[in-house]
């Protein structure tokens, strides 16, 4: 059973810093590219970024592109999502998604708040 958990969410201020972390288990975590997506309130999920399977590409919505970064260990089966000068409209649920079984995340919350 393909199984994805987020954590690492919570509240920060403007500016700064969060570490996301999805741990994935139920099939062979090095073969497969992951996603991370958000939904804000209101608004249709999005994609935030993609890795590919041996991290050795990667790609960005133009909205965080020079501020976050996506990476992943394999031998820790798990991918990551380090977000860094967080603004307001980062505000969102993030999700990891792994797009080969159609499985997401139950999500973890980010709110940017001063």
């Known amino acids: 059973q393909v199984q994805l958990v987020e954590s690492g969410g919570g509240l920060v201020q403007p500016g700064g810093s969060l570490r996301l972390s999805c741990a994935a288990s139920?099939?062979?975590?090095?073969?497969?590219?992951m996603n991370w997506y958000r939904q804000a309130p209101g608004k249709a999920r999005e994609l935030v970024a993609f890795i590919s399977s041996s991290g050795g590409a990667v790609n960005y919505a133009e909205a965080v592109k020079g501020r976050f970064t996506i990476s992943r260990d394999n031998a820790k089966n798990t991918v990551y999502l380090q977000m860094n000068s967080l603004k307001p409209e980062d505000t969102a649920v993030y999700y990891c998604?792994?797009?080969?079984?159609?499985?997401w995340g139950q999500g973890t919350q980010v709110t940017v708040s001063s």
């Open positions: 139920g099939f062979t975590f090095r073969d497969y590219p």
């Open positions: 998604n792994a797009p080969w079984f159609g499985v």
